[in-house]
């Protein structure tokens, strides 16, 4: 919205202002004008005119210097025109009576009178106006008629007048005044429903830029419009808070400078696009999958740049991993159902045939070796089998307190005399006392898993850090191994998925599936260490205030 619509008291009186300031320099430039003629030769009784016609200039200056002065200090303006109009209709009156009354140039100066007052006033307060102007001069002309004027010395009066000349020039300039105030008032009108109008038009459009602007700033998507020559020339907010970049940073711009994906020839050659992903690094230097779609803005026949919807699908691209490993892990439990049964009984019928074999005496030593191969090698389809069978029939989540501090150092020290990690380092980094609601054997069989892989990938003189933090009730073991490479980072927690020579690929697909029941997370991240660092988050539940009793949590 515009000034002018927000503050109209200050329409008005800036109207009033020029309407002073024109009025004084009408008066004075006729006036001294009237003065300069009558300087002239030959012109009648120069002397005795220009006093008076010299003071009432002199007047009209100081009633506008007032008037201004107490303009600025004015709210309320109705008496303040009524009374500039009445002193205006005044003065005209005394310039008509001394420069001769029925034959004065300057009668006239009513109908200036009329057409201001056409412009601050109603209609009906015109014809008002109208009607004090032609009782004034009406009267002029009637006093002068009659003598009862005086007469100031020197001043050219006209030394008789009949009824005829005064009727007639009341006539004429009455019928003048009334026909200004009707056609001012017309037009006065006219102009006021015009700029009423006009106003109100532009209110629309000022409402409708102000919708306009706040539904970008609040759509969801970022929305960025590159000129044709490549520069950015808009940038809404969720532009802003999705790339990190401020309007004022990227106006007017080049797009390739902030968005290399978006830059004008890879974009413009390619346009329509309605769908196209890419990779892109925030200010804050986070990774991101942005979502877009382009396609040019035109107005009518020319084309004003490209418009460029963007979202953040990090998160998205995140979640779908998610469920497709969910799914993944569905399969394998269908599988896992399927052929546990089948496979087990067997393979126990061969492991128990093979000990009984081992017990003949007649068997020499080559044999007893491939015989003990067989057994352990059933013994590991077996361990495979009863993985398969924990993601075929998950157990219930059974939340009970659970002292996490406990639990690990009993983990730690049960991989310290496995004989098998004599010369591994571990930190610890948590209180002696966590209390926990968890499931104690999904955790347990969680952060063993991970603990087992930390030392194995630490390998002998290796470090191996364990983590707790009780208030974000987060969990993380780091190892000073080789690390994990960022390809097998978004593959390492699938089934089957191995960088080991023997390992099954369920053994950190076991501890995906664990954390999930808790409904927590586990992610991998480089480790100070050097090797690779495994957080497990668990939920805002799990720190609540512990109970003794156990909660079933399907």
Known sequence: MSTDEQHPVQVLRRQLAWYLRIRLAVVCFFLFGTVVYHLQPDVWSPPALIPFLTGLMILASIQVLVAGFVLPRLDDFGLFVHTQLAWDMLFSLAVIYLTGGVESIYSFLFILVIISASVFLPRHQVLLTASGCAILYG??????????????????????????DVFYAVFVHVGAFFLTALLGGILTDRLRKSEEARRRQEIDYGELARLNQSILDNVISGLMIISPEGRVRSFNNAA???????????????????????????LFDKLPIERHEADYRRRDGKELVLGYSAKRVHDGAHAQGLLVAFQDLTEYKALEEQLKRADRLAAVGRLASGMAHEIRNPLASISGSVQLLLENPAMNAEERHLMGIVIREADRLNLLLSDFLGFARPTPVQFECVDVAALLNELIALLESSGQFVHLTIEKQFPDSVTMRLDRQKIRQALWDLMLNAAEAAGENGTVRVVLDEQMALIAIEDSGSGVSEDDRTKIFEPFYTTKDRGTGLGLANVYSNIEAHKGTVFVAPAALGGARFVIELPAECRQPCETESIEHD
């Open 139 to 164: 009267s002029l002309l009637d006093l002068q008629y009659y003598g009862y004027l005086p007469v100031f010395g020197g001043v050219a009066y006209p030394e008789w007048l009949s009824e005829f």
């Open 240 to 266: 802003s808070r999705i790339t990190g970049y401020r309007l004022e940073e990227v106006y007017n711009r080049p797009a390739e400078v902030f968005f290399p994906e978006f830059s004008r020839n890879e």
